[in-house]
């Protein structure tokens, strides 16, 4: 993933709000050819930026009741 708008080495001091940052430029933004980290998106979920309805469809993915069958 590359940014032009952030100096990435500056943001990696502080490591909470550079993991932060990364996931919602993931999400928002494009991959890049990486995955998503479940552990990671699950504990600053409340703390990440993304519009309504790309919420709505991490929530079916991540929340979703498994099916007995």
């Given at each position: ?50 519009d ?8 079916f ?9």
């Amino acid at each position: 993933m590359y940014n032009w708008s952030v100096d990435e080495k500056q943001l990696k001091k502080y490591p909470e709000q550079y993991k932060i940052w990364k996931l919602e430029q993931m999400i928002n933004w494009g991959l890049g050819g990486e995955k998503l980290d479940e552990k990671l998106l699950r504990k600053y979920w409340r703390k990440l930026f993304m519009d309504s309805l790309t919420r709505k469809y991490l929530v079916f993915l991540l929340w979703q009741k498994k099916s007995r069958y």
